[in-house]
């Protein structure tokens, strides 16, 4: 997955934070820096591209070089749907780690396309890839965040309300779903 997804950069839209296609957005009450991370170099290269003066760090996204509580939130773009299971749960370990929630965008369950399968993908240069892509409903990632223990709640947590916030769905459209959960 790394080589293809160094091999696409130019050309994909987001891949985790790396080409900070999110990372110019308006994110109302969302203040602070904002961090980009991605394992390729030429994705974080088209990121600065895209948002002169961020902050971009070569990293893998299951060792993340910051420490415990670090960051206010973790978000993730078009990511997520690319994870077998147990990288799923190493990737929200890794996010439980760093920040109190958790964000996640990924492409939406449509009719006629099944929820997980392997794509062959064809880059510009003619290369072949073989790549895992799940497609989920906000409700249907929702539940899995909760199945692997987040969205808990706490007080003040996301969602208001305190005890018992199980997450939010942020957005659920036809080509792609935004959830948020507590990760403590």
């Not at 996640?104 to 396309?113: E, F, H, N, T, Y």
Request: net charge negative; with cysteine; proline share 4%.
């Amino acid at each position: 997955m790394r080589d293809y997804y160094d091999a696409r950069a130019d050309e994909y839209d987001d891949w985790w934070r790396g080409t900070g296609l999110f990372a110019d957005r308006d994110r109302p009450g969302w203040a602070g820096e904002v961090i980009s991370s991605d394992q390729s170099e030429r994705m974080l290269a088209v990121a600065r591209g895209r948002v002169p003066g961020g902050r971009f760090v070569r990293a893998d996204a299951f060792a993340l070089p910051f420490s415990d509580a670090a960051l206010d939130r973790v978000f993730s773009g078009h990511f997520y749907g690319h994870l077998a299971p147990a990288e799923r749960a190493a990737f929200l370990g890794e996010a439980r780690r760093l920040a109190p929630e958790l964000v996640i965008v990924d492409s939406a369950l449509r009719p006629g396309v099944a929820a997980e399968a392997i794509q062959e993908r064809t880059l510009n240069d003619g290369s072949r890839w073989e790549a895992l892509k799940c497609f989920f409903t906000a409700d249907g990632l929702l539940a899995e965040l909760r199945e692997a223990g987040c969205g808990s709640g706490s007080p003040g947590a996301v969602g208001g309300g305190g005890a018992g916030v199980t997450g939010a769905t942020v957005f659920a459209g036809t080509r792609f779903v935004a959830v948020r959960v507590p990760l403590r």
